[in-house]
């Protein structure tokens, strides 16, 4: 069965640090994407990587947070830098396997940034 768990998720005080995860069970080479959605907002795209290692980031995050894959230990990660209110947000990770149109959603984990 194929599992997606995040985790790592809390409450931070703008301009601090966090680091959310992403484990993937009984799928591989996938690519992973990181969504967000705010309450009473749409959700968005904010980092993907593939299963080659390629990132791609939304502006709005860019220069601030960084994904990265440990293909040994199937986790991937979203190092969240200079966080800013307007970072609070469910972070929802998504994996899709190579050459599949479908995408394996994670429950979720939720990050506060406090002003």
């Known amino acids: 069965q194929v599992q997606v768990v995040e985790s790592g998720g809390g409450l931070v005080q703008a301009g601090g640090s966090l680091r959310v995860s992403c484990a993937v069970s009984?799928?591989?080479?996938?690519?992973v994407d990181w969504y967000r959605q705010a309450a009473g907002k749409e959700r968005e795209s904010v980092a993907a990587?593939?299963?080659?290692?390629?990132?791609n980031y939304a502006d709005s995050v860019q220069g601030r947070f960084t994904i990265s894959r440990d293909n040994a230990k199937n986790t991937m990660y979203l190092q969240m830098n200079s966080l800013e209110p307007e970072d609070t947000a469910v972070y929802y990770c998504?994996?899709?396997?190579?050459?599949?149109?479908?995408?394996?959603w994670g429950q979720g984990t939720q990050v506060t940034v406090s002003s």
């Open positions: 990587i593939s299963s080659g290692g390629s990132t």
């Open positions: 998504a994996a899709s396997p190579v050459g599949k149109s479908i995408q394996y």
């Open positions: 009984g799928i591989s080479h996938y690519a």
